[in-house]
């Protein structure tokens, strides 16, 4: 492998990772501003009562997250699944990879809204300690 392959390669790590982290931040945006409107809107205006509602919204989205991941397992290992795709047109090495595509599309879900969970924990955390 030449310098520049090498190169390539961690580039498009650094740029997925990039794109990974504004997904991330772009989730725990929207449900801050959720919060933040339903709040308004309900009449909890107290910084303590917002930063309940960005608890219980980020304690949501990381069981939302998890939970995901046993979903998308559990399709994947599915006997009528697995029969359906037997008979498919597909050869050992596709049906391979099409099973593991699917369990990693949930498991790049599971991240996302974990690490969202997390960001609204901590923003809530951050706004009970310095604003309550």
Partial sequence: MGNDEGMEVEGSRFQAILRLAGIIA?????????????????GWRMASQISSGLTWVGAAAIVIGVLS???GW???????????????HQDMSDRTRQGLG??????NFAIVATAAGLLCLAIGALIGTFFA
């Fill in 26 to 42: 772009l989730a725990a945006l929207g449900l801050v501003v959720m919060v933040v409107a339903v709040c308004w809107f309900a």
């Fill in 102 to 107: 699917d369990s990693l599309r949930s498991y």
């Fill in 74 to 88: 559990g399709v994947a290992r599915d006997p009528q699944y697995m029969y359906a795709q037997s008979v498919s």
């Fill in 69 to 71: 991941v046993f979903g």
